[in-house]
């Protein structure tokens, strides 16, 4: 079993920047691809960006790309997600996400999941 715990969330003007942290327990965290979602009040939990194992593959929505950045340290059971150009539509609860399946952008696929972390984005 993981567990996974984000920080790193909080209050930023747009524009701005923060990165997130999502750190897990175990010694399998090498094993598992990585995933960010991101739910907004009213609305259904969205795919951000995922990274597999290794690190060597990373796919993002297209809402994101080219302003977030995903990445993670194997050492350090550690994955992170630096967020920048913030948007208030950004505006949201950030989720990491565990899988052992393929790289995928669907929640479901998700077996292990964090409590979130808010991030939002003032106008």
């Known amino acids: 079993q993981v567990q996974l715990v984000e920080s790193g969330g909080g209050l930023v003007q747009y524009g701005g920047s923060l990165r997130l942290s999502c750190a897990a327990s175990g010694r399998t965290f090498s094993t598992y691809n990585m995933g960010w979602f991101r739910q907004a009040p009213g609305k259904e939990r969205e795919f951000v960006t995922t990274?597999?194992?290794?690190?060597?593959?990373?796919y993002y929505a297209d809402s994101v790309k080219g302003r977030f950045t995903v990445s993670r340290d194997n050492a350090k059971n550690t994955v992170y997600l630096q967020m920048n150009s913030l948007k208030p539509e950004d505006t949201a609860v950030y989720y990491c996400a565990a899988s052992r399946r393929v790289l995928s952008t669907a929640p479901e696929r998700y077996t292990y999941w964090g409590q979130g972390t808010q991030v939002t984005v003032s106008s």
């Open positions: 990274i597999s194992s290794t690190g060597d593959s990373t």
